[in-house]
């Protein structure tokens, strides 16, 4: 997603850096860059032409100050314009103290509807606690009842229904079964079209006024680009939106309705669809979002996935064996699966700044994991955690029980045996994973209480050698006065 754009503004912010000052050419040859970048991202016209006007005014004869260019300036200015293009983080929602909270959930057909109502059932019984009831009052589209069903079996949540029923019955009598059920929290699959007509809107709105929803959501399939757009435009009109959910933000979309929806509607998009899997759900941040557009990364939210698969314990336990030079097969396997829970590995390595660019052309091939993964599988727990008793004739049971050669065996055990002395180097000298509990600790003090940036970051927490930031040896040796620095500063500080 982005990638185009991305790439063209990366181009035009490259060619100001070598500027002392911003003429007004050269502003007006960026712009040009710039607005085509964003049509091409399918952005909407109105909002392109607010956007680039905003940045030329801001951006014309600036002076510059002392070690910042005009490259930087822009990016700068662009990155405050793109923040404010999508709005404010809000990914709050306000819960009735006592009773239950009603989301209505509205959207055309094919967007993508019946799946994040189980996505977002998930994220808020795990973030807020709650007691999620999801209702099938979706009869329209074939099929679209069973499909909930089994969702809310695969999430242990309960689904009502109604055989020969209405829709607005079925939500009524929704609401008076999660009360006998004790249940704090309804989520309403309603049913779409293909396009706007009028009966999707009397049918949902008489819905929207029996139910009186607490938070009434959008749910816009962000491939659709500008129909996604005009489409929020008539839905907001009818009902009086509270947020947009984006749905497959992960796939081969141009992102412009993450661009327009904000200005077109007026209100936030609160949450965002990035996998096909009813986990793949995430709270959208507009800083974030806009420092990936710039090819900036967006370390908070890695550290955020990394925190919510491998706890600070892991780290620390995994630390004190690679120590004791005790990584073992076993231990590996958990490495593999936490990566694979954090999602894929491209989008990862792109969250860390400086690397977006230089993935966009690689092609990472992740089922590679998957066969490493059937072959630490097809041992025993001996075998995993003893390589030593791995003789010809095991070998060569693990080869027939996952489908590959001997010699794949072999190529798997040299390397890992590899792995196992450069990752114990790593740890003793002061590496990646010697700084993994100290990873934890940053992104606690990125996020804050409720998920900053990484302005209240300080330098001395970030861990020497963090994931995808290899360090030079003179760059190692800078670090290394900044922490005496850092420390000698709070010993003075303690004494006052």
């Not at 079996?153 to 009502?160: E, G, I, S, T």
């Not at 990566?339 to 590679?368: F, H, R, T, W, Y």
């Not at 934890?440 to 003090?445: I, S, T």
Request: glycine share 10%; hydrophobic share 35%.
């Amino acid at each position: 997603m982005f990638d185009n754009l991305t790439e063209k503004l990366t181009e035009t912010f490259s060619k100001l850096r070598s500027k002392g000052r911003l003429t007004e050419q050269d502003v007006k040859d960026s712009m040009r860059t710039i607005r085509v970048a964003l049509l091409e991202a399918d952005v909407s016209l109105d909002v392109v032409k607010e956007f680039v006007k905003t940045i030329k005014t801001k951006a014309t004869g600036q002076d510059l100050q002392a070690n910042i260019n005009a490259g930087d300036l822009v990016v700068k200015i662009v990155q405050d314009e793109l923040e404010s293009m999508m709005g404010v983080s809000d990914t709050s929602i306000p819960y009735k103290e006592d009773g239950i909270t009603v989301i209505l959930m509205s959207g055309l057909q094919g967007a993508g509807k019946t799946t994040t109502c189980g996505k977002l059932a998930l994220l808020l019984s795990k973030r807020d606690k709650r007691k999620p009831l999801l209702v099938a009052a979706d009869l329209k589209r074939p099929a679209a009842v069973e499909q909930l069903k089994t969702i809310g079996k695969q999430l242990n949540f309960p689904v009502y229904a109604e055989e020969d029923s209405s829709p607005l019955n079925v939500c009524k009598n929704a609401l008076d079964y999660a009360k006998k059920e004790e249940r704090d929290l309804v989520i309403l699959d309603t049913a779409g079209r293909l396009h706007v007509d009028d009966d999707l809107m009397r049918e949902i709105k008489s819905i929207y006024t029996a139910t009186e929803p607490d938070q009434t959501y959008l749910v816009c399939d962000a491939m659709t680009g500008q129909d996604a757009v005009h489409s929020a435009s008539s839905f907001h009109e009818q009902l009086n939106l509270d947020g947009v959910i984006l749905t497959k933000l992960d796939g081969d979309t141009r992102g412009g309705a993450a661009l327009s929806l904000r200005h077109v509607t007026g209100k936030p998009i609160k949450f965002a669809g990035i996998g096909e899997q009813l986990d793949k759900l995430e709270e959208f941040h507009p800083d974030r979002m806009a420092s990936r557009i710039l090819g900036m990364g967006d370390i908070v939210s890695l550290v955020e996935k990394a925190q919510d698969a491998f706890s600070e314990q892991e780290a620390i336990d995994l630390h004190e064996k690679l120590m004791k030079n005790k990584f073992t097969v076993h231990d590996f396997l958990k490495q593999l699966q936490t990566i694979k829970k954090m999602g894929s590995l491209k989008d990862m390595m792109g969250m860390i700044p400086g690397l977006g660019n230089a993935m966009k052309d690689m092609d990472v091939d992740e089922s590679q994991f998957g066969k490493i993964e059937a072959i630490i599988l097809s041992m025993t727990p001996d075998e995993r955690d003893n390589g030593e008793i791995l003789d010809g004739s095991r070998r060569k049971r693990i080869a027939t029980g996952c489908g590959q050669t001997v010699q794949d065996i072999n190529q798997f055990f040299n390397q890992f045996k590899m792995m196992q002395k450069m990752m114990s180097g790593m740890s003793k000298g002061g590496g990646m994973f010697s700084g993994m509990k100290n990873m934890m600790k940053m992104g606690k003090n990125a996020m804050g209480s409720g998920g900053a940036g990484l302005g209240d970051l300080n330098l001395g927490d970030i861990p020497a050698g963090a994931p995808g930031m290899g360090l030079s040896s003179e760059e190692k040796k800078k670090q290394k006065l900044l922490k005496k620095a850092l420390k000698a500063k709070r010993k003075r500080s303690r004494g006052r």
